[in-house]
Structures are given as C-alpha cells and as structure tokens.
C-alpha cells in the first residue's frame, strides 16, 4: 500500500515511516500540510494519515482544500490527533474522512484500520 | 308729710353733693379704670377675635342686649336729672309734687327694674351661643392636640425631639422599641448615646448642620440599640420654636432602612456576583483552552514513545536485543501507558465536570470489541499469572462511543489486576444482551470492597485505602469517570460483592435500536 503521512511532529513522521515500511508498505512523510496537499494532489495514496494541529496550514485548512478542489472523495484520510475527540469536530465527515484515531494509539491497530479501508470486496 | 320728705330729700341731696364729690373722685378714678377695661377689652377681644372669630358673627341678640342696655341708661339719666331738676325747682314742695315726684321715682325705677332684667335676660341669651361657640373652640384644640399625639406617639416612623444640646426631650414608642430601651431611660440622654460607635462624626455633623441651617434632611446615620446591634437610619429634621420665636429644639423623624440596605447590599452583590462570574467564564475558557493545550503537548512526545516500544516488542526482530534490554523496553511501555491513561482520565474527568463531554456515537461490533481487549490484556494477565476468560455473547452489536466504552472497561479491569491476588486470580470480562441494553461486567476473586466503603466507590478521588503506605495505586478519577460515562451514554454502573468475596463491576449501555435502524 502507498500510504502519506502529514504531520508536523517529525519524530511521529520518523515512527510511523519505519512502522509502514518494516511492515512492506511505502510510505511518504511530510511535516508540512502545503507539501503534504501538492503531494496528494500528484499522487494516488491507498490512505492518508493526517494530523490536525500544525502552524500555519492546518489538518483543516488541508481538508477545505482538498474539498474546494473536488478531490475529498477520492481520498482514504485517517485523522490521527492528540486533541480530545469530543473536541474533534469535522463537518464533512462523509465526504474522505473514514476514521479519527486518537494520539497516542496502538500501531498494529492504525495499520488495521488502513487494511481495512482497503479492503477489495 | 311734705317737709319730712323735703327734710329727707335735703338731706339726701347734703348727702349727695358728698357723695357727688366723692363720686366725681371715684368717676375719675373709674374712668380711668374703665378706659384701661375698654383699652384691655378692646385689645383682649381683638386678640380673642383673631382667636375667635365667632365673635364677628354675633348679630341679633347681642345688639338688642346692648340696645336695652343704652336705653335703659338714658332712661335712667332722664329720670335722675328730672327727680334731681323737681327737687331744686319745686320748693318747698306742695302735696302735688311731692306726689308726683314719688310718681316718677316709682316710675322711674320700675322702668330701670324692667329694662335691667330685660338688659340681662338679652345678655343671657347672647352668652348662650358664646359658650357653645367657646365649647366647640375647646373640642377642636383638644382634637388636634389628640391627633397631633397620636401622629408622633403611633407612628411607624421613628421620632424623637431634642434641645439645641442634643438631649432627647421625648420620643415616640416606635423609637423606644427599635432601640430597645424605655422611654424613661431615653428622656435625657444625648443623641450621640444612640449612635454607632462608627457614625459618631457623621451624627456630629447633622447635628451641626441642623444647628447652622436649621433644616436635615435625608442624612444617612447609624444608629446603635441597646444591645449593642447598629442598623442604618435616614434622619430629617425640623425646627422647634417658642412664642417668642426663639429655636428650642427639633422634631427628628428617623427612617429605617435596614431593609433598603440589605436590598442594596443584596443588589451590589449581585453585580459583584456577575463580576466574577464573567471572570470566572473567561477563566474557565482559558483554562479549558489551557488543558486542551497541555493534553495535546503531554500526549505528543508519548506516541513515539508508546510507538517505538510497540515495535521494538511486537514488528521486529528482537533477536538483536538481550532479554534484559526487552525487559527495560517493556517498562518503559508499561510506564508510559500508565501515563498516557492517566492524562487521558484527568481530561476526561475534567470534562466530565464541566459537563462538556461529547459523545462521538458510531455502530460498532461489540463481540470483536470485547475480543480486542481481551486480546490487549491477555500478556498482562498472563504475566501476572491471572486467569483471563473473555465470556461475550456473539453477534452483538451497539451505537454507542466505542472509545468511551473502552476507556470505561480499561478502568475497571485495570481496578481488577490490582485486587486480584497473582496465581489464583481470577478475572472475567463479558458483555451481554438483556432488553434494551447490553450489560457489561468485569468480575473478579480478588479481596472485595467493605459494604460501608460501597457507596463512595463512585466518588471522585475516593481510595479505599488512603493510607500512605497503601499497596494499590491509582488517581482516585477512574470509577468517578466510568460513572460519569455510563450515565452519560444512558446506561449506569453499579457493583455486587463484599469483602473477601471478589467484586463484579456491572455498567448496561442502551442498544440505541432506532438508531441501528435508521443507520
């Protein structure tokens, strides 16, 4: 599976990009939301992990850009945060976001997750 | 006849022109007197008549009197200058004379008898409607003293009348009694005895100011009662003075306003209670921003932490690490899951509190869920050589918050481990369908809780054991945060067992059915 992660934490960039590729899969990291977005815009991902808190482009602003530029439902986005997930609140839920994990949680359970979604039925 | 008459009318007339003498003394003397009489009189009934002034509407009566009175006068004078004019021109007197001058003398004086009792009876009549006019005078100044009385002594207000040195002269009942003394022992003492200790400048002040204007009006004072309590008053008062127009005193009319006070006191608390509260809201918007803020900054560094020690156990080969280095991986797993949680309880129960917490609702398959957590335990369980048996029902399924619900069991089969002696433990974890919810419920053979420590399970930061050297550890939040999320989702959480008996945990959660349907 080719699988982005954006996040601003480069030690969980650094975690998560080792965790995928011992596991066999590729794995591109970026701590920055524009250059995680312009790589998605150029790439087909089989999943997204994408933080929300990050300076100056945020998780959010990532999502309103992939919705004003029509390619939120092409896409397979975990939201993994360290905010509370009541406090998590994402109005286009339907549309490419399939699942909130909160920070920090079990690897082998986050790799599950992106199994699951997919999964070819 | 004649000349014994003569005799007697000479001797009469002798006597007279003595007596005449003597009378134009007195006459003198009386007109004096009577012109003093008149001059009192007139200035006496010109007072009595500012005073009375019925006087003026004395008519009829009053004048006929005074009509008789002049009449019979002159009558009078005719006759005695008549008798007088006989007796020097007729003589010596013949028997026709004498006859007739006893005529006119009888005449004269039945004439002066006649208009005489008439004179009195007219001045009867007069004083009869004076007397009443008096009477009526009399009953209206006795009313008005009666109501003036009544106004000072009834009054709710308070009142008391001092001298120009600021001595109680009198005072009304309402006075007495707010101050708690008697009358007696007020009469004669100083104003300033019954003024709060406090107010002592301010109470000199009005007293001056009355002095120097000779008006108060309106003048915040508090006063002290006899028992030593002050309460606030509003004092006016106006001037008292004699006939002569000098200042004797003052009449003071004390309001008080303890109740206006407290009303007002009542008010500004409120505003100061508003105050704070904005504060307060603004603080605790801060603080929540505060705790999102250090949560979100506490739980970062743990993901790498919790995630290299992940794969340094489970994804790879750890054939490069020695036992004792596995082992040291292994702590500081451990240890950082035991932060991670206690983060997480301390979030949770401060959202708890502020009833800011938020369910996130997703279907979910309660069966595997109950699986993943008997799979997360089993090594611990197995490490503390407890026996760890996962009883579920199959095929269940809820709409719910799975992650609350995980955090609600975690607590309770964390709770559990502690309890549970190592070897022969014991611990079940189930989830079952009954009606309308799915009850849930971690059991255990460990050493129980005390039926009267039963109760306080639930409370926050309630430890059985509170004693220093207490073997169990633990933030006092976990069964408080469990409570707070069962009932929060609608279900509730209760418990069954007693000392050296072990202790089950139940909570039920609703199936939501119409929103598995509707889903």
């Keep these: 599976m080719k699988i982005l992660v954006v996040d601003d934490n480069n030690s969980v960039t650094e975690l998560l990009s080792q965790f995928f590729k011992v596991k066999g899969h590729d794995c591109i990291a970026t701590n920055d939301g524009k250059e995680g977005l312009s790589l998605c815009f150029n790439n087909k991902f089989d999943a997204i992990i994408l933080d929300l808190a990050m300076p100056e482009f945020t998780g959010k602003d990532f999502l309103d850009s992939l919705i004003e530029n029509g390619k939120i439902k092409n896409q397979k986005i975990i939201v993994l945060t360290a905010m509370p997930l009541g406090d998590v609140i994402i109005d286009d839920h339907h549309h490419g976001i399939c699942e909130v994990i909160p920070k920090p949680c079990d690897l082998a359970f986050l790799l599950k997750t992106i199994e699951s979604l997919n999964v070819v039925v | ?519």
């Design chain 2, 1 to 519: 006849m004649l000349s014994s008459i003569l005799k007697s009318c000479t001797a009469t007339l002798g006597l007279r022109e003595k007596t005449k003498k003597k009378d134009r003394k007195r006459s003198d003397f009386g007109k004096k007197r009577r012109l003093r009489i008149s001059i009192m009189h007139k200035i006496s009934m010109s007072r009595v008549s500012k005073r009375l002034p019925w006087l003026d509407d004395m008519k009829i009566v009053p004048k006929i009197s005074i009509m008789f009175s002049v009449f019979s006068l002159i009558i009078s004078g005719v006759g005695y200058l008549s008798i007088n004019q006989l007796t020097n021109v007729a003589e010596p007197m013949t028997a026709d004379s004498e006859k007739l001058l006893t005529s006119t003398t009888h005449a004269i004086i039945i004439y002066v008898l006649i208009f005489t009792i008439i004179t009195i009876g007219c001045l009867i009549l007069s004083f009869k409607p004076m007397i009443k006019s008096l009477r009526k005078s009399q009953e209206i100044h006795s009313r008005s003293q009666r109501e003036y009385h009544d106004l000072y002594e009834n009054s709710p207000a308070l009142y008391r009348t001092i001298n120009t040195d600021g001595i109680i002269v009198n005072c009304n009942k309402s006075y007495a009694e707010r101050l708690g003394y008697t009358n007696e022992e007020i009469i004669g003492t100083s104003i300033f005895k019954h003024t709060a200790d406090n107010d002592i400048e301010a109470m000199r002040d009005s007293f001056e100011t009355w002095k120097r204007t000779g008006a108060v009006k309106h003048r915040e004072v508090w006063l002290k009662a006899k028992d030593g309590t002050i309460f606030p008053t509003l004092i006016s008062a106006n001037n008292l003075y004699d006939e002569n127009g000098k200042l004797i005193g003052s009449n003071t009319i004390i309001e008080d306003i303890s109740e206006i006070y407290e009303a007002r006191k009542r008010i500004e608390r409120q505003a100061i209670l508003e105050l704070q509260f904005t504060e307060l809201k603004k603080m605790e918007k801060l603080k929540d921003e505060f705790t999102s803020m250090i949560t979100h900054e506490l739980k970062s560094p743990l993901f790498p932490i919790l995630g290299y020690c992940e794969m340094l156990i489970k994804h790879v080969s750890s054939s490069n690490l020695t036992a004792e280095q596995q082992k040291m991986i292994k702590e500081i797993h451990k240890n950082s899951n035991k932060m991670h949680r206690l983060i997480r309880d301390l979030l949770t129960a401060q959202k708890l509190e502020m009833g800011r917490m938020k369910f996130d609702k997703i279907k979910f398959d309660v069966t595997e869920f109950m699986m993943e957590i008997y799979r997360e335990y089993l090594p611990l369980m197995q490490e503390k050589q407890v026996e760890f048996v996962n009883s579920s029902e199959e095929k269940l399924t809820l709409i719910s918050d799975k992650h609350r619900i995980g955090q609600v069991i975690d607590n309770l089969v964390l709770n559990s481990t502690d309890f549970t002696p190592a070897k022969q433990g014991r611990i079940e974890i189930s989830a079952r369908s009954k009606d309308e919810m799915i009850v849930f419920y971690v059991k255990d053979n460990g050493s129980g809780i005390p039926k009267d420590q039963q109760e306080n399970l639930f409370h926050k930061f309630y430890q059985v054991d509170t004693s220093l050297g207490r073997k169990h550890g633990g933030n006092g939040l976990g069964l408080a945060i469990c409570k707070g999320v069962t009932e929060g989702l609608g279900g509730r959480i209760w418990m069954e067992g007693e000392e050296g008996k072990g202790t089950t945990f139940y909570f039920s959660i609703p199936k939501n059915r119409n929103a598995i349907e509707s889903s």
